[in-house]
């Protein structure tokens, strides 16, 4: 009798066990599945949200100006006048452009709008770079080439 009564809670307690053990592996499955996706949100996020970002333009491979364009009140326009020629850039909250060249391709003005860590306008005649960078993080120009 008491033997029977063991076993029977023996029994009880494995099969108890088993729904435990059960439901311990689906709550696994999802955290490993939410664990997968943070890599990938860790990503999209330091590639768009960069909370801090700056503008960095080259002339002749030396750095001219660093701009903290997001907290700009309003927008301003940065004019370069140097040997290789002209150009204005101009510099909102939002985004970044060259408005103004006399370069002889041209293709900085039609290199449209960038605002986001990576993105860059290259005027190649007169040697004038200029980029969006992220604080704090060296690497990300090296990865996102336009
Ligand atoms: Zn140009």
Same mark, same amino acid.
């Given at each position: 009798?008491?033997?029977?009564? &063991?076993? /029977? =809670?023996?029994? %009880? ?7 435990? +053990?059960?439901? +311990?592996?689906? &709550?696994?499955? !999802? ?7 943070? #890599? ?5 996020? $330091? ?10 333009? %080259?002339? $002749? *491979?030396?750095? /001219?100006? =660093? ?13 370069? =006048?140097?040997?290789? *020629?002209?150009?204005? !850039? ?11 060249? =006399?370069?002889?391709? *041209?293709?900085?003005?039609?290199? *449209?709008?960038?605002? %986001? ?7 190649? #005649?007169? $040697? ?19």
């Amino acid at each position: 009798m008491i033997m029977r009564f &063991l076993w /029977y =809670n023996h029994y %009880k307690m494995r099969s108890m066990d088993v729904m435990v +053990l059960k439901r +311990l592996d689906i &709550l696994l499955i !999802i955290c490993f599945m939410v664990l997968s996706f943070i #890599p990938q949100l860790v990503f999209t996020m $330091n590639n768009n949200n960069y909370s801090d970002k700056y503008v960095e333009i %080259k002339v $002749n *491979g030396k750095v /001219y100006k =660093n701009i903290d364009f997001q907290k700009l009140e309003e927008s301003m326009i940065v004019e370069i =006048n140097n040997k290789n *020629g002209h150009n204005e !850039i101009l510099i909102s909250k939002d985004c970044i452009k060259m408005i103004s060249a =006399n370069c002889r391709d *041209g293709i900085c003005l039609k290199e *449209g709008e960038i605002s %986001k860590v990576g993105e860059r306008i290259v005027c190649l #005649p007169h $040697n004038v770079i200029v980029s969006i960078k992220g604080k704090n993080n060296e690497f990300d120009e090296d990865i996102i080439v336009r």
